[in-house]
């Protein structure tokens, strides 16, 4: 089909960049170069483009072909994703609540509101800044259960921290954060100033981590 293009590539190019002197400067009934170069190219361009559509189309359906399996890869990974995301929090709302609902019906469980989770809010509301240290306290002891439930590696929140990949784990810098802190307050005791502001936003903190993962 391309035999005219394999014909003018071959073709001297001293005769080319004589056609070129021929159509630049109007040589008179032009040359025997500028004819037949010119009938050669006609043909080449003619053949390409009667060839066009059929590749041009071959190439849309390989594309479309791909861009199908690719969309049903992509929408498995999904899945996948979102079904243990649904595992984790469901092993993780088993630690933090109670087995049972107080009418005995285990079913309602799902609905049930994370009890650490509202112990941590009535310290954090309370006038009593010992409380405000202690809701730190009780939110880092949730956050170490929920690393405990993603199978992280390492003895201490902050080794298991360390071994978390950023991917899975977006709000990873505001578990940081909030860990360092709750540290110093360990460490620190009655000297770690703490003021009620400071509290809500290192509260806020944790409260982002648990709702990425959807305990709370």
Request: aromatic letters at 12%; glycine letters at 4%; proline letters at 2%.
């Amino acid at each position: 089909m391309f035999s005219n293009l394999d014909t003018l590539h071959s073709y001297d190019p001293f005769a080319i960049l004589r056609v070129i002197y021929d159509l630049i400067f109007g040589t008179k009934g032009g040359t025997v170069a500028t004819t037949t170069f010119a009938f050669k190219a006609h043909a080449f361009f003619a053949s390409f483009m009667s060839a066009a559509p059929y590749y041009l189309i071959n190439l849309f359906a390989r594309f479309a072909v791909f861009s199908f399996f690719l969309s049903i890869v992509l929408i498995i990974i999904v899945f996948i994703y979102y079904r243990k995301m649904d595992q984790i929090r469901s092993k993780l709302m088993d630690r933090v609540t109670a087995a049972d609902t107080d009418d005995g019906d285990p079913t309602n469980n799902a609905s049930m509101e994370n009890p650490k989770w509202k112990l941590v809010q009535e310290h954090v509301n309370s006038l009593d800044a010992n409380k405000w240290k202690l809701a730190i306290l009780e939110a880092d002891i949730i956050l170490n259960e929920l690393l405990d439930t993603l199978n992280l590696p390492g003895q201490s929140i902050g080794d298991k921290l360390k071994a978390v990949e950023t991917s899975d784990f977006t709000s990873i810098e505001e578990a940081w954060e909030a860990h360092k802190i709750r540290n110093a307050i360990a460490h620190q005791g009655s000297d770690f100033l703490l003021n009620e502001r400071e509290v809500k936003r290192v509260i806020g903190l944790y409260e982002k981590v648990f709702k990425e993962f959807e305990i709370i």
